[in-house]
C-alpha cells in the first residue's frame, strides 16, 4: 500500500494524475539545472601579466647581461696583465692643443691695458677728503673732551692711577694755596671772634668759682660758729644746700 500513487489533490484518474506529476517534477528539475545564479561565487580570472611581471624579468635580463659583459672585459685584462707580467704602461703622449689660445691672449692683454689705465686715472685723481684735517680734528676733539671729563682718559688702569694721584696732589695744593689766599680775612675775622667769645666764657668761669669759694669759705665760718641758716653766709636757701652738699662730698 505505501507504493502506490498517492495524489496531493483528489482526482477522478491516478495513473494519468501520477504521470502529470512526475512530468512537472521532471520540467522541474530540468530547469534547476539550467537556472543561472544571482551571486557569482566562481574565483577570479587570473592575469598573466600580474603574475609573470615581464618587465623586471627584462630589467634582471639586461643587469645580468651588464655583469656578464663587466666580467667578460675584467677578464680580458687580468689575462692581458698575466701575458705581460705586470708591466703598466702610464706614458701619455698626447699633446694639448687649443684652438683659441691666441683669441684668448689677444683678449687677457686688452684686459691688462685697460686694467692699467683705469690705476692711472684712480692714482692721479685728487681726493675730496683730507685725511690729514680728520686727524687734526680728531685730536682737537680728543683735547676738548679730556678738559670737560670728570677723571682723566684711562683712569682705571694700574700705570695711570700714579699718575692721576700726582696731579690730584698737585691740583689740590694749588687749590688749597688759592682757598687760603681768598680766605685770609674770613679767618682772621672768625679768629678774633672766637677770641673774644673765649675770653667772655673764661670771665664768666673765673666768677663763678670765686663766688663758690667764697660760699665755701662762709660755710665753713658757719659751721665753726654753729650757726645752720643761710642768713650766716649771706645767700638763698638753695644755694646754701647745694653748699652743703659739696662740703659734705669733700
Known amino acids: ?34 537556472a543561472a545564479p544571482t551571486i557569482d561565487s566562481k574565483t577570479p580570472r587570473t592575469y598573466m601579466h600580474l603574475h609573470m ?41 698626447y ?29 692721479n685723481k685728487k681726493p675730496l677728503y683730507d685725511h690729514e684735517q680728520w686727524d687734526r680734528d680728531w685730536v682737537a676733539n680728543q683735547q676738548y673732551m679730556d678738559q670737560i671729563a670728570a677723571y682723566p682718559k684711562d683712569w682705571w688702569k694700574p700705570e695711570n692711577q700714579s699718575r692721576s694721584l700726582s696731579a690730584n696732589v698737585k691740583g689740590r695744593s ?22 673774644s667769645r673765649k675770653s667772655k666764657a673764661s670771665g664768666s668761669r673765673e666768677r663763678q668759682e670765686s663766688q663758690r669759694l667764697r660760699g665755701v669759705e662762709s660755710v665753713k665760718k658757719v659751721k665753726g660758729l654753729g650757726i645752720g641758716n643761710e642768713e650766716a653766709c649771706n645767700c638763698s636757701r638753695d644755694e646754701y644746700e647745694e653748699l652743703q652738699r659739696t662740703e659734705d662730698r669733700r
Open 1 to 34: 500500500m505505501h507504493r502506490t500513487f498517492k495524489p496531493i489533490l483528489p482526482t477522478h484518474n491516478k495513473l494519468l494524475q501520477q504521470r502529470w506529476d512526475n512530468a512537472y517534477y521532471e520540467e522541474h528539475r530540468r530547469r534547476l539545472a539550467s
Open 53 to 93: 611581471k615581464l618587465k623586471r624579468l627584462q630589467a634582471d635580463e639586461e643587469r645580468l647581461a651588464t655583469v656578464e659583459r663587466d666580467n667578460r672585459i675584467l677578464l680580458g685584462k687580468m689575462s692581458t696583465i698575466m701575458k705581460k707580467q705586470g708591466v703598466i704602461d702610464n706614458q701619455n703622449s
Open 95 to 123: 699633446e694639448y692643443k687649443s684652438l683659441n689660445r691666441e683669441k684668448r691672449l689677444r683678449e687677457l692683454l686688452v684686459v691688462a691695458k685697460e686694467n692699467e689705465q683705469i690705476a692711472k686715472r684712480i692714482s
Open 174 to 195: 694749588k687749590s688749597a694755596s688759592y682757598s687760603s689766599r681768598s680766605q685770609v680775612t674770613s679767618g682772621t675775622k672768625r679768629s678774633e671772634s672766637k677770641a
